[in-house]
């Protein structure tokens, strides 16, 4: 086994449970805009539907097809838009209300603080995220993360998102490390593990769907994060 010095995370579904926060503060902004007013009669149906938006337009993010600023209105709007709810003004209070409730949200993905625990006492660990680098700070202090933590690195900052290698190149000179003392870790076939594997990094492909996966090439794969434990 190599000896490495650095773990790399992904953060958004891979420690911070990012559907469980996304749900429940996404449930108190429908509450408090009473959003039945509009039509809107199942908040289930109404997440359903925004999360299938969402995870299109963080696809075209990723690829530069949108901004940011655009990223994070258009997936309220196009939400409202299906239920016939064309309000421009509403998404961008949907916008406002959403972003500053949901990385106040503490919870994190199960066995998280028990893994960085014990890899904290052997390793550094870092984090490198796609996500913008003023919510993701706020989710690493409410959810207590940011004390494992050596380096908190959003992608955005390098000037590229992963799996751009720019993006993982960005995080080695922060850290002041090559690609053979680090492993990068998360739950993105693409922008974690495809990013890292085309610069010669290893990888754990953090899989939740219970089963191994054929189609994604990793240098090891879970279900769990515990199972980190046994591999470093």
């Given at each position: 086994?190599?000896?490495y010095?650095?773990?790399?995370f992904d953060?958004?579904?891979?420690?911070w449970d990012?559907?469980?926060n996304?749900?429940?503060?996404?449930?108190?902004?429908?509450?408090?805009?009473?959003?039945h007013?509009f039509?809107?009669?199942?908040f289930?149906e109404?997440?359903?539907?925004?999360?299938i938006i969402?995870?299109?337009c963080?696809?075209d993010y990723r690829?530069n097809?949108?901004?940011?600023?655009?990223?994070?209105?258009?997936?309220?709007q196009?939400?409202?838009?299906?239920?016939?709810v064309?309000d421009?003004i509403?998404s961008?209070?949907?916008?406002?209300?959403?972003l500053?409730?949901?990385?106040?949200?503490?919870?994190?993905?199960?066995?998280?603080?028990?893994?960085?625990?014990?890899l904290?006492k052997?390793?550094?660990?870092?984090?490198?995220?796609n996500g913008?680098?003023?919510?993701?700070?706020?989710?690493?202090?409410?959810?207590?993360l940011?004390?494992?933590?050596?380096?908190?690195?959003?992608?955005?900052?390098?000037g590229?998102?992963?799996?751009?290698?720019q993006?993982f190149?960005f995080?080695?000179?922060?850290?002041?490390?090559?690609?053979?003392?680090?492993i990068?870790?998360?739950?993105?076939?693409?922008?974690?593990?495809?990013?890292?594997?085309k610069i010669?990094?290893?990888?754990i492909?953090f899989n939740?769907?219970?089963a191994?996966s054929k189609d994604v090439?990793a240098?090891?794969?879970?279900?769990?994060l515990?199972?980190?434990l046994?591999i470093?």
């Amino acid at each position: 086994m190599k000896k490495y010095q650095h773990i790399i995370f992904d953060l958004d579904h891979t420690l911070w449970d990012f559907d469980r926060n996304s749900n429940i503060a996404l449930q108190e902004v429908y509450i408090e805009l009473e959003l039945h007013h509009f039509g809107i009669d199942d908040f289930n149906e109404f997440y359903r539907r925004y999360k299938i938006i969402n995870e299109e337009c963080w696809a075209d993010y990723r690829v530069n097809k949108i901004k940011k600023e655009v990223l994070r209105i258009i997936r309220f709007q196009r939400t409202l838009e299906s239920y016939g709810v064309y309000d421009k003004i509403l998404s961008e209070t949907i916008c406002e209300s959403y972003l500053y409730k949901s990385p106040r949200k503490p919870h994190v993905i199960e066995g998280t603080y028990e893994v960085l625990t014990q890899l904290q006492k052997k390793y550094k660990l870092h984090i490198l995220t796609n996500g913008f680098s003023e919510i993701q700070e706020i989710k690493m202090e409410s959810s207590k993360l940011n004390t494992y933590f050596t380096h908190i690195i959003a992608s955005e900052d390098a000037g590229e998102k992963k799996p751009h290698p720019q993006a993982f190149n960005f995080a080695l000179d922060k850290i002041g490390s090559n690609i053979n003392e680090c492993i990068m870790i998360g739950d993105n076939p693409e922008s974690d593990i495809d990013g890292a594997r085309k610069i010669g990094m290893d990888t754990i492909y953090f899989n939740r769907n219970g089963a191994y996966s054929k189609d994604v090439v990793a240098t090891y794969q879970i279900n769990h994060l515990i199972e980190i434990l046994p591999i470093l």
